[in-house]
Structure formats: C-alpha cells, structure tokens
C-alpha cells in the first residue's frame, strides 16, 4: 500500500514537472517563432523547422533533468527520446487531421458554447473578428491535438526514454 502511494506521488511529481516543462517549451517556441518570423524575416516554414528543433532538443534536455531525473546513457535516451517525439507528433498530426475529415458538428458547437459564454467586454477588446479566429475549428483542434502529443510524449518518455532500471 505504501508503495503504490510513493508511486502515485512520483507520477504526480513527474506529471507536474512535465507539464512545468512543457509551458516553458511553448513560452520559448512561441518567442522564437516571433523572433524568427516578424524580426529576422525568416520564411515561415524554415522557421517551423528550426522551432521544432528547438523543442526537441528543450524537452529533451528538461524531461532529462528536471521531469525524470535520468542518469542513463545519453546516447541511447537521445535515440530514443528522437523516435518518441516522433510518434507523439504522429499521432497528434493524424488525430487532428482525422477529426477535421470528419468536420464534427460538436466540435463546432463547443466554439459556438465558448462564445457564448465569453464575456463581451472581452470579445470587444480582442475584436469579435479576431476572437473568432482564436475559437473556431480548428483552433480547437489544435488545443486537441496538443493535449494527444503532451499525453503520448508524457507516457513514452516515461515508458521507454528516461525509463529506470530496477
């Protein structure tokens, strides 16, 4: 018993870390992107590519010694944290182009649900135009399939990149 509660704790632990990680590798990304694209004037693409570069090699480097901890061999972790990055992009790329095939009524019900429940002082201050950009479709989407590549890198990291040996 007392173990499975040291395990829940550490899981706790790790998921807060990652997700720590994670807010800091977006605020980053974001921050390059905007450097690259409206102050250096880098085509939009070469910079996507140089972005998730960035962000491979940051959550590497955090899920290493911030979220796990890890002192297992570099080498093989940075493989193998390669080929989880990659199937967690997968999935995530799939997912979101699977669920806009489909174009699901519900997911464009929810966009209608957040606008009607966002309070109109806040719609005129972005603009209605703009603020219907942040909340359509495939916005939403996008928030899915971040939660999907959070989720599968999350659990594949643990699993097999930064995994302890008993």
Request: aromatic share 14%; with cysteine.
């Amino acid at each position: 018993m007392k173990e499975k509660k040291e395990q829940n704790n550490k899981l706790v632990k790790e998921i807060t870390k990652y997700g720590i990680a994670g807010v800091f590798n977006s605020i980053l990304g974001i921050t390059i992107m905007y450097v690259q694209v409206e102050l250096l004037d880098i085509l939009f693409e070469l910079a996507l590519v140089i972005n998730y570069t960035i962000g491979y090699f940051t959550n590497y480097i955090l899920n290493r010694k911030f979220t796990f901890k890890s002192k297992g061999n570099k080498k093989d972790q940075m493989k193998a944290a390669i080929l989880v990055y990659i199937v967690s992009f997968l999935m995530q790329f799939l997912v979101v182009m699977y669920f806009q095939k489909l174009q699901l009524e519900f997911v464009v019900s929810i966009s209608n649900h957040i606008y009607n429940l966002t309070p109109t002082f806040i719609v005129d201050i972005i603009g209605k135009e703009r603020y219907l950009r942040i909340i359509d479709e495939k916005m939403l989407l996008t928030c899915l399939g971040i939660v999907i590549f959070a989720t599968f890198n999350f659990s594949l990291s643990r699993a097999f990149t930064f995994k302890e040996k008993k």
